[in-house]
């Protein structure tokens, strides 16, 4: 699963559904390497000319070849007005810089060389290259950013509220005029970062990130937890047809369990939501979940399994155990319609983005069995690719009800927060169904 083809495939179907804000800028990414004219020439105004703080011979070093750029352009003129470049902090020279070992860095990214053309200043536009620079380090699976600033009351203080880098040492630079200086080491949260530049936007530029960055980053986040997802061993053992039918058991029973109760949950999600349209969405994703556990019933029953004793007795693992609490806990505590969407774009990704090869070896799986008729025993799988993960979908449609109710930077990271527990609770639990241990993503 190719993680752009798929935004590629579906983003557009949602931007034309509510409807894209008036676009007066473009966002472009690169990574570092190629440099476009217009970003040499920008970079070499602001910090040689304007600032001194760099001869034009040294406009890019190892850490812009090692970065990520993202660069902010004018859509109507084409011109650049802001840049900045993000990067591992452990994969640069910063950690040399501060004298910290290489292994404190693992979880931040470090940004530097930040420009806002002087035509553009006062505008803005500082937050936003900022937002996305922080935006960019969740994206790479960061929880901190680093960097070297000069002291004092500077216009990224201003926004960002950093602290000192604890243990770090002051940096001597010596600038293009011969000029010596020291820049300070910083840190934050991304998370915080991104909070104090977006309510820092004007109006116009936050309804731009919400309607162009949310559903996106939520997209690209639910996206590459499952590509991670789908190459734990149980998959593994699919793909080279050895997976035990023990253990493929072991996975119907534990999906069984919270199957069973999907269409409770979403009744509980029906009778909370005030809004008449997200309602529909969720009485129709209702609709689409009645009897699903049936099939997992038949599945189990044409392998050979006792689904009495699976119906009536069998406790679920912990991390199904947990899945479900999650669940449970967002429609009766919490009651937020909206925040409970970040349960059901996670768990439809997983099932929706199998694919048809998958269930191929799937089916070889069972074949080795010694059952004549695998289709019998994968019907539920089967069948969810196209429920889940067609362009109308549930995941599709979940990311349409997101990207209209979604209005501010809380609750983006709320919701980022309900994927990453739901991907952790099932990462859990089918690293278990062969015995393998689970690598999950730790949330602040």
Not at 44 to 63: C, G, I, M
């Amino acid at each position: 699963m190719d993680v752009h083809s798929v935004l590629f495939k579906h983003l557009p179907q949602i931007y034309e559904t509510y409807g894209a804000v008036q676009e007066s800028i473009r966002i472009k990414v690169i990574d570092g390497g190629q440099y476009p004219e217009e970003y040499i020439n920008l970079r070499r105004e602001v910090y040689s000319e304007e600032t001194k703080w760099l001869s034009s011979q040294e406009l890019f070093d190892a850490n812009d070849d090692a970065g990520r750029h993202i660069l902010i352009y004018d859509s109507i003129t084409s011109e650049l007005m802001a840049s900045i470049v993000s990067s591992p902090a452990d994969g640069g020279d910063y950690y040399l810089h501060a004298k910290l070992p290489r292994e404190e860095f693992s979880d931040a990214i470090f940004s530097t060389r930040i420009q806002v053309s002087p035509r553009h200043r006062q505008k803005g536009i500082l937050k936003l290259i900022i937002y996305l620079s922080m935006r960019e380090g969740r994206l790479m699976g960061k929880k901190r950013y680093v960097g070297y600033v000069e002291p004092g009351d500077i216009p990224t203080w201003r926004v960002l509220r950093y602290e000192a880098l604890e243990g770090a040492a002051v940096r001597g630079v010596k600038g293009a005029d011969g000029h010596q200086y020291n820049v300070v080491p910083i840190e934050s949260t991304l998370d915080e970062g991104c909070m104090r530049s977006f309510q820092l936007l004007p109006n116009e530029l936050q309804e731009w990130v919400v309607r162009n960055c949310f559903v996106e980053e939520i997209a690209q986040t639910v996206l590459n937890r499952v590509n991670d997802f789908y190459r734990i061993e149980y998959f593994n053992q699919i793909r080279n047809h050895t997976l035990t039918r023990s253990n493929y058991l072991s996975s119907l029973k534990n999906q069984y369990q919270y199957v069973k109760w999907t269409t409770k949950i979403l009744g509980r999600a029906v009778g909370m939501t005030d809004d008449a349209e997200l309602r529909e969405h969720y009485v129709s994703h209702l609709k689409g979940e009645v009897n699903h556990e049936k099939w997992l019933e038949n599945d189990m029953e044409y392998l050979g399994s006792d689904f009495p004793y699976v119906r009536d007795h069998l406790v679920p693992d912990v991390g199904i155990m947990n899945f479900m609490f999650i669940q449970e806990a967002l429609a009766s505590s919490r009651q937020d319609p909206i925040l409970f969407l970040g349960v059901p774009v996670a768990i439809e990704a997983i099932s929706g983005f199998l694919d048809e090869r998958f269930i191929k070896d799937l089916k070889a799986c069972i074949r080795n069995w010694g059952y004549d008729e695998p289709s019998k025993g994968c019907s539920f799988l089967s069948s969810h690719i196209h429920t889940d993960g067609a362009v109308d979908g549930h995941w599709i449609n979940t990311l349409r009800s997101l990207g209209k109710y979604l209005k501010t930077e809380k609750q983006l990271q709320e919701t980022l927060r309900v994927v990453h527990l739901v991907m952790n609770a099932l990462e859990q639990s089918y690293s278990g169904f062969t015995g393998t241990k689970t690598s999950t993503i730790t949330l602040q």
